[in-house]
């Protein structure tokens, strides 16, 4: 398992930073705390680290659902847009497996995996780029 994080920027690290916040709901809208969110992704470059955990890490949703990463955008490498992979899990449930993308990439249209509802709403903020994405999950 990767490294219980929500910083994944290294010193020295290239690319814009993204602080990427939210929620993880039930469909109802409430909270799930200690929900696993496990986040990894391609570099500025578009390289993934498959031999260690550079831009992975995992954390635990607080008391009201919230979780947060530090990152950078990633690239596009060949046949894909920019993504981030997050795997969502409530406590004892089903694992929820997916892929947020930024918006006003030109490669959103030719990415045969891209969804339109899984753009991260993002915002710039003095440099960094402010992104927020709630998963809703289904809880029994």
């Known amino acids: 398992m990767s490294p219980e994080r929500a910083e994944l920027i290294e010193p020295g690290m290239a690319g814009q930073p993204i602080e990427l916040i939210g ?4 469909r109802t809208c ?5 929900a696993l969110v496990d986040l990894w992704q391609a570099d ?3 390289d993934y680290d ?10 635990f949703a607080d008391a009201e659902g919230r979780y947060r990463f530090r ?7 060949p046949g894909r847009t920019p993504h ?4 969502v ?4 449930g089903r694992v ?3 892929q947020l993308y930024f918006p006003g990439e030109p490669g959103n249209r030719r990415d045969g995996l891209f969804r339109r509802e899984l753009l991260i709403r993002t915002t710039k903020n003095e440099g960094w780029l402010a992104g927020r994405f709630d998963f809703v999950l289904e809880t029994r």
């Open 23 to 26: 929620f993880v709901l039930t």
């Open 44 to 46: 500025a470059k578009g």
């Open 96 to 98: 929820l497996t997916t």
């Open 30 to 34: 409430k909270g799930v705390p200690g």
């Open 84 to 87: 981030l992979h997050v795997k």
């Open 50 to 59: 498959n031999k260690g955990y550079r831009l992975r890490g995992h954390q």
């Open 89 to 92: 899990q409530p406590k004892g």
């Open 71 to 77: 990152t950078v955008v990633p690239a596009e490498y």
